[in-house]
Each structure stands twice: as C-alpha cells, then as structure tokens.
C-alpha cells in the first residue's frame, strides 16, 4: 500500500510521545544523586524508583493496549500524559523516599503504561512496505528523550532546586504531551470496521491464539531474558563513572549518549533489518548487546565508557524499535497493541530487579563485575531464544 501523509504525521506524534516518556523515564539517572543525598539511601534503595517505575509500565503495558484497540490511542495517551504530570509533581512534593516510590515509582510508570503500548501500535498497521522504517523513526523518539531530556534535567539542577526542576519537567509533559496524543490515531479502515488499512477484514491473531503461539513463546522469553541487560545500564552506568572520579556533566551524559546510540540503531537498523529480515537483526542485535558489556567492564576512563555507551545505545535501540513490527509480521494488525503490551510485560521483572540487584551487589562489593558477567550470560540466553522464535517462523491464521 502507498503510505498517506496522515500516516506520517501519526509516526512523528509518536515519536514525541515517547521522547517525553523516556526522557522522564531516563531522567531518573540526573535525580539519583539529589535523592539519594535528599533521603539518605543507598544505591540499592534509590534504584528501586527506577525499577518499580518499569515494572509498572510494561506490566500494565497489556491494559494500555486493550484499551486503545477498544477507545483509540488519543484518549488513552492524553490521559496518561496527564497521569505522568501529575506524578512528577508529587515527587516535586515528596517528603520520603515511599513518597517517591509511589509517586515516580507508579503513578509515573501507570501513566507510561498508557502512552508507551497505544503510541507506537498505533504506527504499525498504517504501514506495509516500509513498516521497519516507520516504526524505526517513531521508536527513535525514545533515543532523543534519552539523549536530550536527562541532560536537560541535569542543567536544570545545577540552576535550581532538584524540586523545582521537576515541577518544570511535569509542565512540560502536561503541554507537549497532550499536543502529540491529540495527534494520534487509528488506520482508518481499522478504526471504522476493524479493517486493515489496505481493505478487507483485519487479519491476524487474536491476542488469546497468539499466546498460544510457540513463535510467541520464544519471543517473549527472549524479551525475559534481554531485560536485565537493557535496563541496568540507564540506572546504574552514571553512577559507575562517578566512582572513576569523572564528572557529573559526563556520567549524566553517558545517558544521552546511550540515545545518540539508540537514534542511529534504530533509523539505520530498521532500514537494515528491512532488507535482511527483521527476525535475524533482532538476533544479531541480542549478541552485540550482551558483547557491549565488554568495554563497560574494561572502561577506566571516558573513553572506553563513551564507546560503551554508544554501542550498547545502538544494540538496545535496534531492539526496541524491531519488537512492534514482529509482532506485526508475525502475529497480524488484528489485536496487535495488546500483543505489543502482553509482550512488553516481559520486560517488567528484569526492569524491576535488574537495576535493584546490580545496586545490592555493589553495595555488597564495591563493583559492578559480577553484574557484567551475569549480564553477557542473560545475553547469549536471548539470542538463543530469538533464534528459536526465528525458526518458529510466521504465525498461522
């Protein structure tokens, strides 16, 4: 099918809404000094923040789906853009490091679970011939709010008040966000008749045949196991770089520089993966993923932690922006932003306790090596797993 400019203008609105979400998600790295020194906690503590916040998100991702298949995507972004605003501002209030676990922690992570799943499911079943792309340029949202937004927050603090840098923060998730959700939409012919965009009845699997896929099964293990990997690094590698004594500037811009990654992997990977087959990238991006561990382990200095940050930016980016339009090729357009959610769940333990576990066991050590190693295992456990999905193949319906 020829993609219309509607379906663009839905790609770019997405990309801003998960540049807003990410970034707030991603900011947590710019705040983990101020709570930890406001509250008195260890890293193990203040990492649950982050933890609980992506558990929230990818485990009531699923609902976020089923309810924009039912209502659309628009209404339920706009009031998760709301709901992210609201829990910004009561963490500008918190008096306790509880406070900030349920204000950060959930009423965040509710309203990403509102945004993340409806926003970019929304791009998928506008596109045909180019679905990589597409889902590659609206997933790179999340790669310029890693990149631009933490670094932004952290200026902010070094101006004013950690408090009043998230009051600011919430107001503008409130504006953009709620510009962008008012800009989303389902495919027409779906919307109207529950058609694919092309004509003719939606195809696909419902969301219970798909569970009952081994071709998801697999994925979602893969999803299982990759998440430890992903997240560790977006709580944990700023915290690292201070301890080699470099500056807050450049352990908070570690993060960005994940994004500039996370950009290039998912423009240039969801070409590449358009051509080569998007089952195998998400099988080679598995592997180098777990091998950027690498340099993190070897790093003594910015270098290594720059390259480090870019690598894994590109391999964890890659990742994401390949899982939406999977579940597309495999599973059909019929439910596909409740499989997207359903399959985002699996993210959920690994973002939770990935970050937690990794700050418990430096506070038991001193380092992150044993964190490293256990990582480069989680890794090679995930290719194996997208490799298994790959040989599953196509779903049936």
């Known amino acids: 099918m020829k993609e219309t400019p509607d379906a663009w203008v839905v790609v770019w609105a997405t990309f801003v809404c998960l540049a807003l979400i990410f970034g707030v998600s991603y900011s947590f790295a710019a705040f983990f000094e101020s709570f930890a020194t406001e509250f008195s906690a260890q890293r193990a503590d203040v990492s649950w923040i982050f933890g609980l916040s992506g558990f929230v998100y990818f485990v009531l991702g699923a609902g976020g789906g089923m309810l924009a298949d039912r209502w659309g995507p628009r209404i339920v972004c706009s009031a998760g853009m709301a709901l992210i605003a609201l829990g910004l501002l009561a963490t500008s209030w918190a008096s306790s490091l509880l406070a900030v676990y349920l204000s950060y922690g959930l009423l965040v992570g509710l309203g990403i679970a509102l945004v993340y799943t409806p926003s970019i499911a929304s791009v998928q ?25 933490p670094v932004l927050v952290a200026m902010a603090i070094g101006a004013m008040p950690w408090r009043e ?10 504006v953009l966000g ?3 959700a008012a800009l989303l939409r389902r495919a027409p012919a779906a919307a109207a008749t529950g058609a694919s965009p092309a004509g003719g009845s939606a195809s696909g699997h419902t969301l219970r045949e798909t569970l009952r896929s081994p071709t998801f099964r697999w994925l979602y293990l893969a999803t299982v196991l990759a998440s430890p990997v992903m997240f560790i690094p977006f709580a944990h590698v700023s915290a690292s770089a201070r301890d080699l004594g470099l500056g807050e500037a450049f352990a908070v811009g570690l993060v960005g520089l994940i994004g500039v990654g996370s950009l290039v992997g998912r423009f240039a990977i969801g070409l590449l993966a358009d051509r080569l087959g998007r089952a195998q990238t998400l099988v080679l991006m598995q592997l180098s993923m777990g ?17 480090f940050a870019l690598w894994f930016g590109l391999s964890y980016g890659a990742i994401v922006s390949l899982l939406p339009a999977i579940c597309m090729d ?9 499989v997207v959610g359903t399959l985002y769940s699996g993210a959920a333990l690994g973002n939770l306790l990935g970050p937690v576990l990794a700050g418990a066991a430096f506070d038991l050590s001193g380092h992150y090596g044993g964190v490293m190693a256990v990582c480069g295992l989680l890794s090679l456990l995930a290719t194996w797993a997208s490799r298994k999905m790959k040989r599953c193949g196509q779903a049936r319906y």
């Open 125 to 149: 079943p506008w596109f045909s011939t180019r679905r990589g792309l597409a889902g590659g340029i609206a997933s790179s949202g999340v790669g310029a709010g890693t990149l631009l937004v």
């Open 165 to 174: 840098a998230m009051q600011w923060l919430a107001l503008g998730v409130l």
């Open 178 to 180: 709620l510009m962008a």
């Open 291 to 307: 091998a950027s561990y690498v340099l993190w382990g070897a790093a003594g200095g910015q270098g290594l932690l720059v390259v």
């Open 330 to 338: 495999y599973f059909g357009g019929r439910s596909v932003a409740s």
